[in-house]
């Protein structure tokens, strides 16, 4: 089996102070988290039982599962003038 890359995306929502995955590539992926680490935990195993789930890799598949995490965090600073 050749290996392949999931991406996921993560965006920062600054209301919910939380960082929200989701992924195209990861069929029902969607969670969030407080920190972006603890997001990365999460989705280490989360992303293995969705693509078993969602049959993208066969039950008896032994190896490794890579995955792409992608974060974007925008902040408004306030500069004194």
């Known amino acids: 089996m050749s290996q392949h890359c999931y991406?996921?995306?993560a965006i920062w929502d600054s209301e919910a102070q939380v960082w929200?995955?989701?992924s195209n590539d990861?069929?029902?992926l969607v969670t969030e988290a407080n920190t972006i680490e603890?997001?990365?935990d999460k989705l280490?195993?989360?992303?293995p039982?969705?693509?078993y789930l969602n049959n993208v890799v066969a039950d008896e598949y032994v190896g490794n599962i890579t995955f792409d995490l992608v974060s974007h965090r925008q902040e408004l600073i306030k500069?004194?003038?």
């Open 79 to 81: 500069v004194a003038g």
């Open 20 to 22: 929200v995955a989701e």
């Open 49 to 51: 039982e969705l693509l």
């Open 26 to 28: 990861v069929p029902g």
């Open 38 to 40: 603890a997001l990365t």
């Open 44 to 47: 280490r195993k989360i992303i």
């Open 7 to 9: 991406k996921v995306e």
